[in-house]
């Protein structure tokens, strides 16, 4: 089992969303995220590479969390890194990963 953790740009972002959810999406939409990415986290810590590939980099994985939420994680060698929880609509390609 590797470590999960976050860097500071992802809880950043997850926080920035979770407010969003908040003000905008219904307290379903919010829990389904919730619990989402908690059970991710589970999920990753012992199988790291279950999600797919985002891109070529094989370092790089892309998790669905929910109907319009994804997370984007690193491979490291003694740790999970996460790089941070999106809206599945946004355009990910600006995003500095």
Known sequence: ??????????K???TRL???????????????V?????KMVETIAVFPRICQMYDDDKRIR?????K????LYRLEDDKIEIIGVFDA???LSSIDI
């Open 1 to 10: 089992m590797k470590e999960v953790v976050w860097s500071p740009k992802a």
């Open 12 to 14: 950043m972002r997850y």
């Open 68 to 71: 319009r939420c994804i997370m």
């Open 62 to 66: 892309r998790a669905v969390i929910a």
């Open 18 to 32: 979770l407010h969003y959810l908040m003000e905008h999406k219904s307290k379903v939409e919010l829990k389904a």
């Open 89 to 91: 609509r946004q355009d």
């Open 34 to 38: 919730l619990e989402g990415v908690e």
